[in-house]
């Protein structure tokens, strides 16, 4: 198994610039989320989806968009960038069902210009 | 207030010591207590799981919930520079989306 794999692993865009950034799994999880890591803030999250079809709202959700048309990926949309977008990004999934043991990616990190 | 408080550090302790790290809260509904390991550029992974209160002991790594209190701590014995890297507290409510709500992670350094 390959878990929760990421991509790309760096990124510089310039303001206004869009782009996806692409998190797949291969562990059948239904329950995936987005989070964001900002120096000395912990992790704070983005989007989440308990399954295919079904996504929702985390604590910082503006400026992004989700999309779960599979159990296996969870692609996470900036379609405006903007410097306070600057961040590390992991994906995380989780197989639920009483277990809480999340898997995380390795994350993306990403700079905008 | 944020809903979880965690000192961030860093710590900077000598190869061999006992490391103490801990976390406030203030969401009583919170019932499932991790302590996740993250290594520099790496994605964090899961060190300890508790469920409730107590306390839970893997290998030189002891995990205490008191609730009560609303207060986490881990425990890291005889502590190695392979331990250098940063903590964080991580706490859910039983509410079906298996949602955390992250600390902001203590940064320690383990010297040799």
């Known amino acids: 198994n390959a878990g929760v794999t990421q991509t790309p692993k760096f990124r510089i865009l310039k303001i206004g610039q869009s782009m996806t950034l692409q998190c797949t799994q291969d562990m059948n999880h239904n329950y995936m989320y987005w989070y964001r890591q900002d120096p000395g803030m912990g992790l704070k999250l983005i989007y989440y989806s308990v399954g295919a079809g079904i996504t929702d709202k985390g604590e910082v959700p503006n400026g992004y968009n989700v999309s779960r048309s599979t159990t296996e990926d969870f692609p996470l949309r900036l379609e405006l960038a903007a410097p306070s977008q600057t961040s590390v990004y992991f994906c995380?999934?989780?197989?639920?069902?009483?277990?809480?043991?999340?898997?995380f990616g390795q994350g993306t990190r990403l700079t905008v210009v | 207030q944020k809903e979880v408080e965690q000192d961030p550090g860093p710590l900077s302790v000598p190869e061999g010591a006992i490391v103490s790290l801990n976390c406030t809260y203030s969401?009583?509904?919170?019932?499932?207590f991790m302590w996740y390991r993250q290594y520099s550029r790496k994605g964090p992974e899961l060190l300890m799981y508790t469920y409730s209160s107590g306390n839970k002991e893997d290998g030189r790594f002891t995990a205490q919930v008191d609730k009560s209190s609303k207060y986490i701590s881990l425990f890291i014995r005889d502590s190695q520079p392979s331990d250098s890297a940063t903590y964080l507290c991580a706490m859910s409510a039983p509410s079906g989306t298996y949602k955390y709500i992250f600390g902001t992670g203590t940064r320690l350094k383990v010297l040799a």
């Open positions: 969401n009583s509904a919170f019932q499932y």
């Open positions: 995380a999934s989780n197989p639920g069902q009483g277990n809480t043991e999340a898997f």
